[in-house]
């Protein structure tokens, strides 16, 4: 196992040879860089460096040469990455950790000042089972494909990201083994993007109970999530739109529960297409939408209308 536990990073980046793997971090920043520097001009402060047994410890601005000038190593070298020590991260850019297939797990709960996880940030970690972003308090967005086919990932904790606002098209879609989403605090939280858990076939349920402000749930959002069972809406206040296939294909789903949609007006007939285990739908307090032949036949209502 090899793991990389960071205290504050400047410029570092690695590669070598295989697919790319690339990450590097400047001015606070985690950013894309191919190649490490041939004269091995990259300063890091590490607190520890291991790689087949041996263990290497940096201290602060500390030239960091190339560890191997024909074989230093892409990022997927990594099982752990822990900044739990490095608060004044701000932003983990474009592809920083791209097909780092090793990778287990990334643990960012202490990184108080991220505020982006960007687009493709994690893309193809085909090994990365945990991602703790619980304590991310200024954390507002996780970019378009962020996650996309971490087909192992088992656990995301959004847990105290109170400031996240925006889930990105395509940001978990294909993370198969994913069964646990946490997110309370997340009441902030206005966007998901289109096919956003598509294909999350292990996730069982859906509350976004807490989320006031969410006012659509976008095209193939949840599409054929075939574990979901039940689906929270109620308290999503502004809610007004279920776009085209958002649920359709949870051949699982049997319950989905709209109480307190007061803003809700449309649901798009698709919407729900192939739930064919759907049989309840709690419509309670939603007085501005009227249209239920956009759900399934065998539906049991539950409204206020008597």
Do not use: W
Not at 75 to 80: E, L, M, P, Q, V
Not at 155 to 178: D, M, P
């Amino acid at each position: 196992m090899s793991n990389l536990t960071l205290e504050s990073l400047y410029g570092f980046s690695t590669s070598g040879l295989g697919s790319p793997c690339r990450a590097r971090l400047l001015e606070d920043r985690i950013d894309p860089f191919s190649r490490v520097d041939t004269r091995g001009i990259e300063k890091a402060i590490l607190k520890e460096f291991n790689q087949g047994g041996i263990t290497i410890t940096l201290k602060n601005d500390v030239e960091f040469m190339r560890i191997d000038s024909r074989g230093t190593k892409y990022f997927n070298i990594y099982t752990d990455v822990d900044l739990t020590s490095f608060p004044n991260l701000t932003s983990i850019g474009f592809n920083a950790f791209e097909n780092c297939t090793r990778l287990n797990t990334v643990n960012l709960s202490g990184c108080i000042a991220l505020t982006i996880i960007g687009e493709e940030a994690f893309l193809n970690c085909t090994s990365l089972n945990t991602v703790n972003l619980s304590g991310c308090t200024a954390l507002t967005t996780i970019g378009e494909k962020a996650f996309l086919n971490c087909t192992i990932l088992n656990t995301v904790n959004l847990s105290g990201c109170i400031a996240l606002t925006t889930i990105g098209e395509r940001a978990f879609k294909y993370c198969t083994s994913l069964t646990t989403f946490k997110r309370s605090e997340c009441t902030a939280l206005t966007s998901i993007g289109e096919h956003a858990f598509r294909g999350c076939n292990k996730l069982k349920t859906i509350d976004l109970s807490m989320c006031a402000i969410l006012k659509e749930i976008k095209d193939e959002t949840f599409f054929d999530c075939t574990g979901l069972t039940t689906v929270n809406l109620s308290g999503c206040t502004n809610l007004n739109t279920i776009q085209h296939y958002a649920f359709a294909s949870c051949k699982s789903l049997t319950m989905v529960d709209l109480s307190g949609c007061a803003n809700l007006t449309k649901i798009i007939s698709n919407a729900f297409n192939e739930c064919t285990a759907l049989i309840t739908v709690n419509l309670s307090g939603c007085a501005n939408f009227t249209n239920k032949e956009t759900f399934p036949n065998n539906i049991q209502f539950t409204t206020d209308r008597k």
